[in-house]
T-cell receptor
Framework: NAGVTQTPKFQVLKTGQSMTLQCAQDMNHEYMSWYRQDPGMGLRLIHYSVGAGITDQGEVPNGYNVSRSTTEDFPLRLLSAAPSQTSVYFC????????????????FGPGTRLLVL | DAKTTQPPSMDCAEGRAANLPCNHSTISGNEYVYWYRQIHSQGPQYIIHGLKNNETNEMASLIITEDRKSSTLILPHATLRDTAVYYCIVRVSGTYKYIFGTGTRLKVLA
């Protein structure tokens, strides 16, 4: 298994440009999520999905869109890039054991480093 | 929403036990506590999780206080490869929102 893969590894954008960060997993996980990590900070949840066709907002959803048309893929779209979106973006997946918590383990991808000029 | 607080940094001598504390005083009764670590700028790696009882696996032990307001991650024999940022995380009850704290930067010294 490749686990969680993310593309691209690094991207430079100009303010106002749009782009899509790709995330794919081959573990048949129901749950997928996107986080951003700013320099010296912890991870903050952007959006997450509990299955195909189901998405929800995390802590910092503004400026980002997501969709989940398949179990494997969970792309993150930046609609109009801003310098404040310069960050490292991590995608993660897991098979949650239910909303009461449980034995799920989140597997993280290697990250996409985004620089917005 | 439950949040966590951790000391920003700690040092530990190689071969000694590393004890990393976490405060989660607002945690509710059915919220689990998870620990992950991040080495350099890689994606975080799962270590252990627990609800009420102490837990142990091949990587670490997790001690949760009886009132569940704090916990301690124990790396029994720290090595240089354990140098990383360690995150104590809670999942908001009834949701799939994971709240990362600021993490503790552990430096294992030779």
């Amino acid at each position: 298994n490749a686990g969680v893969t993310q593309t691209p590894k690094f991207q430079v954008l100009k303010t106002g440009q749009s782009m899509t960060l790709q995330c794919a997993q081959d573990m048949n996980h129901e749950y997928m999520s996107w986080y951003r990590q700013d320099p010296g900070m912890g991870l903050r949840l952007i959006h997450y999905s509990v299955g195909a066709g189901i998405t929800d907002q995390g802590e910092v959803p503004n400026g980002y869109n997501v969709s989940r048309s398949t179990t494997e893929d969970f792309p993150l779209r930046l609609l109009s890039a801003a310098p404040s979106q310069t960050s490292v973006y991590f995608c993660a997946s897991s098979n949650p054991a239910g909303t009461s918590g449980g034995r799920e383990t989140q597997y993280f991808g290697p990250g996409t480093r985004l620089l917005v000029l | 929403d439950a949040k966590t607080t951790q000391p920003p940094s700690m040092d530990c001598a190689e071969g000694r036990a590393a004890n990393l504390p976490c405060n989660h005083s607002t945690i509710s009764g059915n919220e689990y506590v998870y620990w992950y670590r991040q080495i350099h700028s890689q994606g975080p790696q799962y270590i252990i999780h627990g609800l009420k009882n102490n837990e142990t696996n091949e990587m670490a032990s997790l001690i949760i206080t009886e009132d569940r307001k704090s916990s301690t991650l124990i790396l029994p024999h720290a090595t240089l490869r354990d140098t990383a940022v360690y995150y104590c995380i809670v999942r908001v009850s009834g949701t799939y929102k994971y709240i990362f704290g600021t993490g503790t930067r552990l430096k294992v010294l030779a």
